[in-house]
């Protein structure tokens, strides 16, 4: 297991400091890619941890606010700062500007990394613009975590033809697509399945709890989340399956979790 920090490299959505906007907010959407990325590098067994900061007197306050979280964390593999880039608004011409990742010194494991990403992200359809060496950046500067240090600018926010792309493939794949760079081989589900367990009546545990907390959530079950699978709760899985057109059996196994995972 490796552990891994991200953040979004602006203060959120609404607040001083907050990137830049196009044809979508950049601490909007860093955000969202980030909750992604940490989901699918969980769902690959290793621990990440969110290190965004809310707001700062400027957006070097929000720089050292975020070194600050990110250096309370210890045995980093990598730590990731989620952009999007912005150049000058652009209408659909048919090319996508893409991405692009910049670490301190491109001969380094951190560039390794880096480049794994572009590649990953090009796969999606973003034309990879390469891995850049910047040495006046505060985030890829007096990080003491022992962890590579990667910005990815994921596209272009002010482009209309990398936003119509990004609708496309969605904030899931993105998501995907940079864990795998950064862990540096495919994520395999069926691993993921093996990690975790059928839950059926009789099951106990957190993850009794944390579907009953989902059923509540997705279908307004109005569960006791009490980490037992009871009757009520096997009523209400099967109610939820039914409803999302899975075989109403009250077994929750990959295809339900799969298709709860949508969801959420
Ligand atoms: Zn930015």
Request: aromatic share 6%; with cysteine.
């Amino acid at each position: 297991m490796a552990r891994y920090t991200v953040h979004g490299g602006h203060a959120k959505h609404g607040n001083k400091f907050c990137g830049a906007v196009g044809f979508c907010s950049e601490s909007l959407v860093d955000r969202a890619i980030c909750a992604s990325v940490i989901s699918w590098l969980k769902k690959a067994g290793h621990a990440a941890y969110d290190c965004s900061v809310d707001s700062g007197i400027s957006q070097g306050n929000i720089i050292t606010k975020i070194k600050r979280n990110i250096n309370s964390f210890t045995n980093v593999t990598a730590n990731i700062s989620i952009h999007l880039n912005a150049c000058k608004k652009s209408a659909e011409d048919g090319k996508v500007k893409g991405c692009e990742t910049i670490v301190y010194s491109t001969n380094t494991r951190d560039a390794v990394i880096a480049n794994r990403i572009c590649q990953e992200l090009k796969h999606l359809g973003f034309t990879n613009r390469g891995v850049k060496s910047r040495t006046d950046l505060g985030i890829l500067k007096g990080i003491e975590n022992g962890g590579a240090n990667i910005l990815v600018e994921v596209f272009f926010c002010d482009d209309q033809d990398d936003y119509n792309l990004f609708n496309k493939v969605g904030v899931d794949a993105i998501g995907k697509a940079i864990a795998i760079g950064m862990i540096g081989e495919p994520i395999k589900e069926s691993l993921m399945r093996a990690a975790r367990p059928t839950i059926k009546y009789g099951s106990k545990g957190d993850e009794v709890q944390k579907l009953q907390l989902n059923l509540n959530k997705v279908a307004s079950a109005g569960l006791v989340c009490d980490g037992k699978f009871g009757p009520k709760s096997v009523a209400a899985l099967k109610k939820w399956q039914s409803a999302a057109g899975l075989e109403a059996d009250g077994v929750y196994g990959p295809a339900s979790y799969a298709a709860m995972q949508r969801l959420l």
